[in-house]
């Protein structure tokens, strides 16, 4: 069973002006849609070929003989989930549920968001922050490039992709002005709060 470059959830310019059409041109048409393809012709023919893009994240993972494998289908799964991450006419703050887990867990939203950019800010290189579920707790979390939270057994609620290739055109090297607006305009709270177990 190939893997399929997913729809976007909205129009390439639905994010404009915060993230431009060029950026997910690049981002989704390119980076995106060439993981796909590495990882389709690297699991052609083998036991992977049937399994599951979560399945094989996890039997890949730490396996330096199969890392090409894993870091083409982590990158496939990231992004596919970055995508969601975002709405046009997003940010602000969650409500409900979600709302309230975040003032336990972190004493404020304030702190939660402070705490998030510097995980996002402070991932040298490329990479991804993510807000997770580890059991009943909520913790924030970096990885570094194709790695993902859940080879740790956390839940992924939320990531944001602090790779160059997410912001450069839009942002040039102002890594945390991307990411204010990720929080301020993009973030989609109700799909981070319908990953909450």
């Known amino acids: 069973m190939a893997f399929t470059l997913p729809e976007l959830p909205y129009a ?13 041109e690049f981002h ?12 389709n012709a690297a699991i052609e023919g083998t036991d ?33 989930f970055y995508w969601q991450c975002m709405k046009p006419g997003g940010g602000g703050k ?4 979600l709302a309230k ?17 510097s995980a ?16 009943d707790s909520l913790k924030v979390v970096k990885t570094p490039n194709a790695e993902n939270p859940m080879t740790e057994g956390h839940k992924p ?10 912001y450069y055109l839009d942002y040039q090297n102002l890594r945390p002005n991307y990411i204010d607006t990720f929080l301020n305009n993009l973030v989609s709270w109700d799909f981070v709060s319908s990953n909450m177990a």
Do not use: C, R
Request: no cysteine; proline share 3%.
């Open 101 to 117: 887990k975040i003032d336990a867990e972190f004493g404020s939203f304030d702190n939660f968001i402070s705490e998030l950019k």
């Open 28 to 39: 989704y048409g390119k980076h995106h849609a060439g993981y796909v393809k590495k990882l």
């Open 157 to 166: 609620l939320l990531t944001i992709d602090v790779w160059e290739h997410a």
């Open 94 to 97: 969650p409500t409900g549920a």
């Open 48 to 80: 992977m070929a049937d399994k599951s893009l979560e399945d094989i994240i996890k039997a890949t993972a730490g396996d330096p003989e199969k890392s090409g494998v894993f870091n083409n289908a982590a990158q496939v799964w990231n992004h596919t």
């Open 120 to 135: 996002a800010g402070g991932q040298f290189g490329s990479g991804w922050a993510w807000l997770v579920q580890d059991g």
């Open 12 to 24: 390439k310019d639905a994010l404009a002006p915060h993230i431009s059409a060029q950026t997910l």
